[in-house]
C-alpha cells in the first residue's frame, strides 16, 4: 500500500507564490513517477505537471508553463510544485499522484489541498 500526502496549500493573493510538497510512502521499493493535477469547482480534474521518476524530465500544462516549476525532493518519492505569478484562475484543489510513467496512468493519490487565489 502506497499513501500520498499533500500539503502546502492555502490561500495567496494574485502575482503572489505558494509551494505545494507531497510525499508517497509506505510500500514504496521504487522511485515513481510523480505528477500534479487540480480541479476547480464545477470543472472537470486537469494536468498540471509532472516529473520523472529520476527528475532528467518534466512537462507542463500550457496554462501553467513558465509560472510553475516541478521538482524532486531530496527523499526518495518526494516532489515540490513551486507556484508563481499565480492567477485566480489557478484556485483549485490540488491533488498529487504517483505512478511507473510519467504520461501515466497513475496508480496512487492523495486526497488534495486546496489554493485559493484572490484577485
Known amino acids: 500500500q502506497v499513501q500520498v500526502v499533500e500539503s502546502g496549500g492555502g490561500l495567496a493573493q494574485a502575482g503572489g507564490s505558494l509551494r505545494l510538497s507531497c510525499a508517497a510512502s509506505?510500500?514504496?521499493?521504487?522511485?515513481?513517477?510523480m505528477g500534479w493535477f487540480r480541479q476547480a469547482p464545477g470543472k472537470e480534474r486537469e494536468f498540471v505537471a509532472a516529473?520523472?521518476?529520476?527528475?532528467?524530465?518534466?512537462y507542463y500544462a500550457d496554462s501553467v508553463k513558465g509560472r510553475f516549476t516541478i521538482s524532486r525532493g531530496n527523499v526518495k518519492n518526494t516532489v515540490h510544485l513551486q507556484m508563481n505569478s499565480l492567477e485566480p484562475d489557478d484556485t483549485a484543489v490540488y491533488y498529487c499522484?504517483?505512478?511507473?510513467?510519467?504520461?501515466?496512468?497513475?496508480?496512487?493519490w492523495g486526497q488534495g489541498t486546496q489554493v485559493t487565489v484572490s484577485s
Open positions: 509506505g510500500r514504496t521499493f521504487r522511485s515513481y513517477a
Open positions: 516529473i520523472s521518476w529520476s527528475g532528467g524530465n518534466s
Open positions: 499522484a504517483a505512478g511507473n510513467n510519467m504520461e501515466g496512468p497513475y496508480d496512487y
